[in-house]
């Protein structure tokens, strides 16, 4: 079975300030991840995703994220928090082989103070 | 753009009364998802098709049922909604047979039981 764990439930950060969503999973097999965004009544999002290769991957609105296998993380970061990213943010898993669908974490509230 | 679209973003309806929540999609994806996501927390699973192979989610109510009349369409229903099933309604693509397993959202339906 597979799991994801989001640590901190909400994070407050000031603007212009380092952004760090962590994100824990659990995996028998080697794991596909994902980090989403949602606004406000709005759907998911795709950030940013791993699959294979490059551990570090890049994504949209400047996040970035490193899958470490060693420490079964894949922690979510932005260099410089602006407004615009106050949002909720899950990180999910998935199997890399085989149709199986996400597994979400619980998400992490992001505030941007200005 | 291809898209996911659900209609409509936002339904009342009352205790007991059916109500059908709708999905399409433009982008030719074979796997439809619906996810149910109550306040503050994380979208969870209540079936997919994989093409037209209903695939339902152990603890998923009997009260919720699914048709997919096409590759396009897909419905979620609700037999009788109790105050419980008050919740972000979540559909979702991804193409199968392409490992990524990544998963498009839709805005969402905000369903309100009175």
């Known amino acids: 079975a597979q799991s994801v764990t989001q640590l901190g439930s909400h994070v407050s950060v000031s603007e212009g300030a380092l952004v760090l969503l962590r994100c824990n999973y659990s995996?028998?097999?080697?794991?596909?991840l994902f980090w989403y965004v949602q606004y406000p009544n709005q759907g998911l999002q795709l950030l940013l995703k791993?699959?294979?290769?490059?551990?570090l991957v890049k994504g949209i609105n400047g996040f970035e994220a490193e899958f470490k296998k060693s420490e079964t993380s894949f922690h979510l970061t932005k260099p410089s928090a602006h407004m615009s990213d106050a949002a909720e943010y899950f990180c999910?898993?998935?199997?890399?082989?085989?149709?199986?669908?996400?597994?979400f974490g619980k998400g992490t509230r992001l505030s941007v103070i200005a | 753009d291809a898209m996911v679209i659900q209609n409509p973003r936002y339904q009342v309806t009352q205790f007991g009364k059916p109500v059908t929540l709708s999905c399409s999609q433009t982008l030719n994806h074979n796997v439809m998802y619906w996810y149910q996501q109550k306040s503050s927390q994380a979208p969870k699973l209540l079936f997919h098709?994989?093409?037209?192979?209903?695939?339902n989610e152990a603890d998923t109510p009997d009260n919720f049922q699914s048709r997919r009349p096409n590759t396009s369409f897909c419905f979620l229903d609700i037999r009788s909604p109790g105050l419980g099933d008050a919740a972000m309604y979540l559909c979702?693509?991804?193409?199968?047979?392409?490992?990524?397993?990544?998963?498009?959202f839709g805005p969402g339906t905000r369903l309100l039981v009175l």
């Open positions: 098709y994989y093409d037209k192979d209903f695939n």
């Open positions: 979702a693509t991804s193409r199968a047979g392409q490992a990524l397993e990544t998963q498009y």
């Open positions: 791993y699959t294979t290769g490059a551990t």
């Open positions: 999910a898993v998935t199997r890399s082989s085989g149709n199986t669908p996400l597994v």
């Open positions: 995996s028998s097999v080697p794991p596909y």
